[in-house]
């Protein structure tokens, strides 16, 4: 980023000093950086994770069309979210989050860590610059990984309150996530061999949950409300 970036994205910034979205996204970073595996980054990584996302805000306050931007970063970050969080949630975790009822979210993908590992470039690069890496080691990283890509929806579901894109009675994000946690299980079973979680008897089931994306950055009001009317169905 150059030194012309950065100054205008910090003018940004500065003038939002004093407004609620600030005071927010200032309380949202000073928690996030109180996470024991995050407080333990180095300075250089916390400024780089900091910068990122000023540099969100920056851009999609300066985007054309900022709720359609915002709406295309945000499912990006959701994705790359439930990549690394499937792959090393655990039994144990699984019923303290917020999709802990889902019959289609395993917690057991952990245990095939060396069958995925060629599926996920990072991970694969990780092991090679690694060769003695133990799995918990990786799945550490998976946890880090997720972490960080949790800090960015934060900040930009923050963000959506200040642009008129939040439902404060059924809002769609919680269960964007959960969505797209439940598609990469399934997408991760596949590669590897395991059968699928959805009913045999539901072969749209994975198609359909994956269509949440599309209602998502396409703009659609409310995805949530908008894809249980237009499939009949209701988030398992």
């Known amino acids: 980023m150059s030194f012309f970036q950065r100054r205008k994205i910090n003018k940004v910034i500065k003038k939002l000093v004093g407004s609620p979205l600030y005071e927010k996204l200032s309380n949202h970073k000073k928690y996030f950086f109180k996470e024991p595996m ?7 990584k916390k400024d780089i994770t900091t910068a990122n996302m000023n540099n969100e805000i920056f851009n999609i306050y300066n985007a054309d069309n900022p709720r359609i ?37 395993s917690a057991e993908l952990y245990k095939s860590i060396d069958k995925i590992v060629e599926y996920y470039e990072e991970i694969q690069n990780l092991k090679l610059e690694n060769p003695d890496i133990s799995d918990e080691e990786l799945f550490g990283f998976c946890y880090l990984s997720s972490l960080i890509f949790y800090y960015y929806i934060g900040g930009i579901n923050h963000l959506r309150e ?19 946690l439940i598609s990469q299980e399934n997408r991760v079973r596949e590669k590897i061999g395991l059968q699928s979680l959805f009913p045999k008897s539901d072969k749209l089931a994975p198609l359909e949950y994956g269509l949440f994306l ?8 409310n995805p949530y409300y908008e894809w249980e009317k ?3 169905r209701k988030l398992e």
Not at 162 to 180: C, G, H, S, T
Request: hydrophobic content about 40%.
């Open 162 to 180: 200040a642009i008129n894109d939040y439902d404060d009675e059924r809002d769609w994000l919680q269960p964007f996530i959960k969505v797209m």
């Open 230 to 232: 237009r499939y009949n």
């Open 69 to 105: 931007f915002m709406r295309g970063r945000l499912a990006e970050y959701v994705i790359s979210f439930a990549e690394y969080r499937v792959l090393c949630l655990t039994e144990e975790q699984k019923p303290l989050q917020d999709f802990s009822d889902s019959p289609y979210i």
């Open 38 to 44: 995050i407080a333990q980054l180095s300075q250089e």
């Open 214 to 221: 599309d209602l998502v950055i396409n703009g659609n009001e």
